[in-house]
């Protein structure tokens, strides 16, 4: 059987990879890295790296690939002995293949790439319900009011409207879910199909059956 030691984890927006890279980094012991966090990171402690991905989001513009990989690689780099979960990376085929490259140098291998696979219909149904808690930061998909965590007022975020949906929509199937596929079609991904919707605790239930399964058949 296959030890599973590094992950990938794709999906769509609002696909709920949050939560399941959460249940994931539990049960697997995994250190987990967010981009976002390590970008801001990187700004706020002043490196190279940093101010040069400052510069573009000063800008409103996206941080090019070349500045993410090496923000990335050094991360892994510093992480080669542990077991880790990438989420929200590689975003792009591009920073993909650069990933390979890096973890080929290292002499690492990427154990499996997680696909959460969720229907457009269903994420943009949930995208709808989805209220955020002004106090607590806690996220709903009932359309509740009041938030369940403290009791504070729930509101809709600014992102969360059909034509911003669609956009995003629009840039995950032609960016991030060639990704997918291109680990699916090599045999390193497990895709995990949701059509309906379901409690996270399911569909991590069906995420810890199919990395089983994935690792005894490798």
């Known amino acids: 059987m296959k030890t599973l030691k590094r992950f990938v984890l794709v999906g769509a927006p609002a696909s709920g990879k ?23 990171h990187e700004i706020e402690t002043g ?16 941080v090019p690939d070349e500045v993410v990989n090496e923000i ?12 880790w979960l990438l989420d929200g990376y590689p975003r792009t085929l591009a920073q993909a293949e650069a990933l390979e490259s890096n973890l080929a140098e290292l002499g690492l ?8 696979d969720v229907s457009h219909g269903l994420i943009q149904a949930r995208m709808l319900r989805r209220r955020e808690c002004a106090s607590c930061g806690c996220i709903t998909r009932n359309g509740e009011d ?16 059909l034509e911003a949906f669609a956009r995003r929509w629009k840039d995950y199937e032609r960016l991030t879910e060639p990704v ?8 390193q991904a497990v895709r995990i199909p949701v ?6 605790e399911e569909v991590f239930l069906l995420t810890r059956h199919a990395l089983e399964q994935f690792a005894e058949n490798d």
């Open 18 to 40: 949050g939560t399941q890279a959460r249940f994931l980094a539990e049960k697997y012991q995994l250190e987990t890295l967010s981009t976002g966090a390590l970008l801001r």
């Open 146 to 161: 009041t938030c369940p965590n403290c009791g504070g007022a729930m509101y809709i975020r600014s992102d969360d409207n």
């Open 180 to 187: 997918a596929r291109y680990f699916h079609a090599k045999g």
């Open 72 to 83: 990335v690689r050094n991360w892994v780099s510093a992480h080669a002995a542990a077991a």
């Open 109 to 116: 291998p990427l154990d499996v790439v997680v696909w959460l």
């Open 47 to 62: 490196t190279e790296l940093g101010r040069a991905a400052a510069a573009y989001i000063a800008k409103a513009m996206l």
């Open 195 to 200: 059509v309906e919707e379901k409690e996270p």
